[in-house]
T-cell receptor
């Protein structure tokens, strides 16, 4: 399977704990995005990487959230001191930044990590 | 700031019939992209159809077509010959064509039920 993968698929944690999620994009895609989706809502943009550079961050990304893409391949999203309001589905997506396929402007989504904060 | 509105939280359609899902958006930009994504239960989102704002011709992909009305800022999705596998959440999304920003702005989604 060469699609976007995310791990873990589900995470249950207690309030105040730190959690880290991983996203592996499609291998030739140099753009990577994180979104958050709460129940009954559409995905909301959190942050975007081009290669290893984090180029855009939403104001939704509070100082408890940090994302990295150290070698321009996989990415991690860490939430420190989790709160119940952090409970959501965290989606990762990737897209090609060059070539014919980049003109389609299509983002390919992973299955998401569902976080439950107790 | 751009916004996307989907005013139909839920729609139902009989198998083999046609259904139209509505989407409106607000932007001051003249060039942008619009998308419909499908999110089946417990599965990842996949692209259904896309439209470039500079193209007047409505996009079509097999049983899926859009009615893009730029002046009215409307972008509806028509599904013809509905199948049970079409049951899913459908999200309308907007993306600016400006350089340096690639994020999608999504609507709240429409849950489509297909009745056998």
């Amino acid at each position: 399977d060469t699609g976007v993968s995310q791990n873990p698929r589900h995470k249950i944690t207690k309030r105040g704990q730190n959690v880290t999620f991983r996203c592996d994009p499609i291998s030739e895609h140099n753009r990577l995005y994180w979104y958050r989706q709460t129940l009954g809502q559409g995905p909301e943009f959190l942050t975007y990487f081009q290669n290893e550079a984090q180029l855009e961050k939403s104001r939704l990304l509070s100082d408890r959230f940090s994302a990295e893409r150290p070698k321009g391949s996989f990415s991690t999203l860490e939430i420190q001191r989790t709160e119940q309001g952090d409970s959501a589905m965290y989606l990762c997506a990737s897209s090609p930044g060059f070539g014919v396929d980049s003109k389609r402007n299509e983002q390919f989504f992973g299955p998401g990590t569902r976080l439950t904060v107790l | 700031a751009q916004t996307v509105t989907q005013s139909q939280p839920e729609m139902s359609v009989q198998e083999a019939e046609t259904v139209t899902l509505s989407c409106t958006y607000d932007t001051s930009e003249s060039d942008y992209y619009l998308f419909w994504y499908k999110q089946p239960p417990s599965r990842q989102m996949i692209l259904v159809i896309r439209q470039e704002a500079y193209k007047q011709q409505n996009a079509t992909e097999n049983r899926f077509s859009v009615n893009f009305q730029k002046a009215a800022k409307s972008f509806s999705l028509k599904i013809s010959d509905s199948q049970l596998g079409d049951a899913a959440m459908y999200f309308c999304a907007y993306r600016s064509a400006g350089s340096g920003t690639y994020k999608y702005i999504f609507g709240t989604g429409t849950r489509l039920k297909v009745l056998a």
